[in-house]
């Protein structure tokens, strides 16, 4: 056993090397903006509840899924520019784009929306490809992508009715557009381009606000790299009332669900009175750093995971 | 059981057909719903299928038990084995045995893969010792170079050897390849 794991991670050495001076690229992108970098709690007694995100229960409170609640409620108290790296925990997500425990880096701007938060993720990739040693294209499993700016971009109405030959923005089937996300539009995307697709059905707009003039999309924006979901951004729902709301809807929908009793984040709602416009974003680190290694699974960018922890 | 469960090598009733999980594929949009695709081979005709679920799909599995078992001979029916701790009989259709007819000589000792009464599956050893019938004799051109040529062995199986093989000789072949490993005259 031990020899496994001895070569094991003699192995994954070059992608541990390439992880760190990732992580790094990232901090002088964020410190050279004058971003602040903060850590938020790993453990706390809500998260915003999901129907299909399963937090894990730790004693009365919940591991973190995600330091969203937290970094937003920096911003509503007059915080302009933060990010993080933090570890973050989910049940049940396990298989070669997937562990329980993975690193999510998020960013918040006060002022900006989806646009401007896009436009940072497509210069934080080529830049750190450029640290890296990469010119304008990188190559991942059988395809070189070239990521040269800016990426191309398509909506979620535009891709669904090419590809799946529905429009989900008139009729949300939420179960239908996973399933022909996951089989029909994804691989419909060019294989030799990031593509972000943006503008997501209002029933699923999660954090994100509505898209002024045309509440039946949301300002919610995702990046794909060689088929991988990357990135999901938004321009910050700002309106306390209608957040409780989606909040409360999601509550019941998970207790008639899946019997699971979530609490209402009552500090965040109260905390979103006084957010400001902002636009912010979740990225996956591994996956980031599995795109730069040509890493096939989570697995070789991980120095343990939860079947080796 | 709940599909999250499901390993490669679970067995699954779909459909009233039985199928062993060869491949498993779990993927999730970041605020969708699981998707397990599963690749699947069906356990009568050995044909690959996939399929899609969504996390709280129930599916069957089934009880499977192994047991081991000695081939006897091969009639109209089939491949007759034995038991080895209860001496009882029984007859393997060809579909089941498929390839691996190739390996099978009086005497081989063989996993089997039952559901109840119904086998599934026939596990070969990894290598079996087989004996060689009839060859082309070595040329003389042939020593240099690992060449091969075809040999038959005494199941009917035609082989890739070396060249320096002759008539009467053991050969290993791993069971996995259909591959020639080494001479092993006794």
Redesign the interface.
């Known amino acids: 056993m031990l020899e496994d794991e001895n070569k094991r991670l003699a192995r994954i050495r070059p992608n541990l090397r390439r992880r760190a001076i990732i992580l790094d690229g990232i901090r002088a992108f964020f410190n050279h903006q004058s971003f602040l970098e903060v850590e938020t709690p790993v453990r706390a007694p809500a998260v915003a509840p999901e129907p299909c995100i399963i937090p894990f229960e730790s004693g009365e409170w919940f591991l973190a899924a995600s330091p969203e609640l937290h970094m937003k409620r920096m911003l509503a108290a007059g915080y302009e520019k933060l990010f993080q790296f933090s570890h973050c925990f989910r049940r049940g997500e396990r298989g070669r784009w997937h562990n329980p425990e993975f690193t999510m880096l998020e960013w918040y701007r006060a002022g900006a929306d989806y646009n401007q938060i896009i436009r940072d993720t497509e210069l934080l990739v080529t830049e750190l490809a450029e640290k890296l040693g990469f010119k304008k294209s990188i190559q991942y499993g059988a395809n070189t992508i070239d990521i040269s700016l800016p990426w191309p971009r398509l909506t979620v109405k535009e891709a669904f009715v090419n590809s799946a030959g529905w429009d989900p923005v008139t009729d949300c089937d939420a179960r239908r557009f996973d399933i022909d996300f996951i089989d029909k539009v994804l691989p419909s995307f060019n294989p030799r381009r990031p593509t972000v697709m943006a503008d997501y059905p209002a029933p699923m707009a999660s954090l994100a606000r509505l898209k002024p003039g045309d509440s039946g999309v949301a300002e919610r924006a995702e990046v794909f790299i060689g088929g991988l979901e990357l990135a999901n951004a938004y321009s910050e729902l700002a309106n306390a009332a209608e957040q409780e709301l989606r909040f409360k809807e999601a509550i019941e929908q998970i207790r008639r669900e899946q019997r699971r009793e979530m609490p209402l984040p009552l500090r965040f709602i109260e905390s979103v009175s006084t957010l400001p416009p902002c636009g912010g974003v979740a990225l996956g680190v591994d996956r980031l750093v599995m795109l730069f290694c040509d890493a096939p699974s989570i697995d070789d960018v991980m120095a343990f995971t939860g079947d080796n922890a | 059981m709940e599909i ?1 469960g499901v390993h490669k090598n679970t067995k699954l009733l779909i459909d009233g057909l039985l199928y062993n999980v060869e491949d498993t ?11 397990y695709r599963l690749k699947l081979r069906n356990l009568r005709d050995g044909g690959i299928t996939n399929r ?1 679920y ?2 709280g799909d129930k599916v069957d599995d089934v009880r499977t038990d192994t047991q081991e078992e000695q081939f006897l001979y091969k009639d109209n029916d089939g491949f007759v084995f034995m038991n080895s701790e209860t001496f009882e009989q029984i007859t393997i259709p060809e579909t089941i045995i498929g390839d691996k007819k190739h390996y099978l000589k009086e005497g081989t000792m063989v996993t089997m893969l039952m559901w109840g009464e119904q086998p599934l599956e026939v596990n070969m050893p990894i290598t079996v010792d087989l004996k060689v019938v009839q060859t082309e004799l070595p040329l003389k051109t042939a020593t240099i170079t690992a060449q091969q040529k075809q040999s038959v062995l005494e199941t009917g199986y035609n082989i890739g050897t070396p060249t320096f093989i002759k008539e009467g000789d053991i050969i290993r072949v791993d069971t996995r390849t259909g591959a020639y490993v080494e001479r092993v005259n006794k």
Do not use: A, D, Y
């Open positions: 999250s594929e779990f993927t999730k949009p970041g605020k969708g719903q699981s998707v899609t969504r996390s």
